[in-house]
Each structure stands twice: as structure tokens, then as C-alpha cells.
């Protein structure tokens, strides 16, 4: 997403872009405090700094008919999952929230995203929800998938699964947030319309990912959700945040507002 914005290929006469590299729940912790001006957080995240943030139209990660996977040492069944240890990415994490709402009785463990498959083989925890390139290498490393959240959601209310976002200081100038937005669209599209010198790019953020897997990576989370958000995913991302207002797990009730 980020490729023709870090490489100049994307430029502007408003707004120098400096990148900062973080996991996604150390970023939902940064947006709490209003650290940056533009950030990526998870939707989860969002009821909580929509005091300080707008969410943008171009930038969404959307699973649509997939998403994060709960993983098992052994066979397991959805059903089996009630009362289990789980080792999750992040307590702001729409991981997090959706696990919550499919099963809301198991005990949560916060551990680094990359660290999750190391937790479920040494049986610290008795499952991981994975995000990220885990969702694609589970089974290489000798893991069940217990059950795919992004699929159930699909399959229970027939809409993508809204995971992360870009969000703007509410406080920017109005014609800084416009240039973001036409920045951050026109990066996308770029790199949509430049793949291979894009992935050359990401590669190096891949964490051992060999080309083709992270080609199939790249592809299942920057698609046309990621240019613009449209009217499905401002949709599932209502529902879902209201879903978890009214189930407890989020205590305040918002109305999703992007900006372009």
C-alpha cells in the first residue's frame, strides 16, 4: 500500500510523508494517544480513537470469505474451542473482537502476532488465533485450522470481514486530509497497477515469506476494498462494531465516518 509513497513515486507539494514501522496492536496503542498523523489501526480500535480520527476510503484490509484462523496442534472443532486458552494478536484487534463473537467464553492470551505459532507448539496456550502471513503457513508448520472467523462471518451475514483501516487526525487541515486521501488512493492504485516492483518492495518486510506466497498474501488483503472502501465495508464495519457494543465487548456505540 504504502510502495510509491516510501519510493517517491507518489509525490506531493503538501505533505512530506515519514514512515514508522510498527505491528498493528502497537499502532492501535500509538492511535489512542494521537501519536501520528496517519495511521493504520484495526476497525476494533476505532470506537476508541474516533474522538481523534476519521477513518480514510482507500487503505481498508477486508477478508472477504476469509480472515483470521483459530489454529490447533491436534484436530479440533469449532465447538471444542469454549473455555480454551487462546493466544491472541492483541486485545484491540478485530481478531480479537470477532473471536469474542463468534465464542465469547475462552481465556485470552496477548502475544506478539509472530509469536503465536511458537505458543500453540509449546502448548503454552491450547490455541492461536493467527493473523498475517500465518493464515497462508499453518498447516507447513504442522498446525489444524480449527476455524477460519473471516469465512464464518461471510458465510453467517454474507459481508466482507473489515479488519484494518487508515485513519486521519480529525484536527489536519481540510485540504491536508483531502491530499492524504488522494495520496494514499493514488499509492494503492500504483502499486496494484505495478505489482512486481511493488512486491520487490514488501519483500523485505516478509518475514521469510518466499515471492508466491506473499504475491497470494498481498493479493487476499490490497484488492478493490483497498482503493476504496465502497458501501460494503463501511456496512460490515457498522454491524460489526455495533455487534460488539451490544454483545459488551466495546463500550461506547459509534457511527463509522470516512473521509476521502
Not at 481498508?60 to 469449532?78: A, E, F, H, N, R
Not at 518466499?210 to 465495508?233: I, S
Request: hydrophobic content about 40%; some cysteine.
Amino acid at each position: 500500500m504504502f510502495y510509491a509513497l516510501a519510493t517517491k513515486k507518489i509525490r506531493s507539494r503538501l505533505v512530506n510523508v515519514k514512515h514508522h514501522l510498527d505491528d498493528i496492536e502497537t499502532l492501535n496503542r500509538k492511535a489512542l494517544e494521537g501519536v501520528y498523523d496517519l495511521t493504520a489501526i484495526s476497525y476494533h480500535a476505532y470506537p476508541y480513537v474516533a474522538d481523534k480520527y476519521q477513518l480514510m476510503a482507500s487503505g481498508s484490509s477486508v477478508g472477504d470469505g476469509y480472515g483470521p484462523m483459530l489454529i490447533s496442534t491436534k484436530p479440533m472443532t469449532p465447538a471444542d474451542v469454549k473455555g480454551k486458552r487462546i493466544a491472541i494478536p492483541g486485545k484491540l484487534t478485530t481478531a480479537y473482537l470477532t473471536m469474542k463473537l463468534f465464542e465469547p467464553d475462552f481465556e485470552e492470551v496477548p502475544t506478539p502476532f509472530d509469536k503465536i505459532p511458537d505458543a500453540v507448539r509449546d502448548h503454552t496456550v491450547d490455541l492461536g488465533l493467527v493473523i498475517h502471513e500465518a493464515q497462508l503457513t499453518y498447516a507447513k508448520g504442522g498446525f489444524h485450522q480449527v476455524i477460519d472467523l473471516g469465512r464464518w462471518w461471510k458465510q453467517k451475514y454474507n459481508l466482507p470481514l473489515p479488519l484494518g483501516a487508515n485513519a486521519l487526525r480529525r484536527d489536519l487541515p481540510d485540504d491536508i486530509k483531502t491530499e492524504c486521501c488522494r495520496l494514499m488512493k493514488d499509492s494503492i492504485q500504483h502499486a496494484l497497477d505495478h505489482q512486481e516492483a511493488a512486491l520487490n518492495y514488501a519483500m523485505q518486510f516478509a518475514r521469510d515469506m518466499e515471492t508466491p506466497l506473499a504475491e497470494k498474501f498481498v493479493g487476499m488483503y490490497v484488492n478493490h476494498h483497498t482503493v476504496d472502501c465502497g458501501e460494503d465495508v463501511p456496512k460490515a464495519a457498522q454491524k460489526l462494531l455495533d455487534m460488539g457494543y451490544e454483545a459488551g465487548l466495546i463500550d461506547r456505540r459509534i457511527t463509522v465516518e470516512f473521509v476521502r
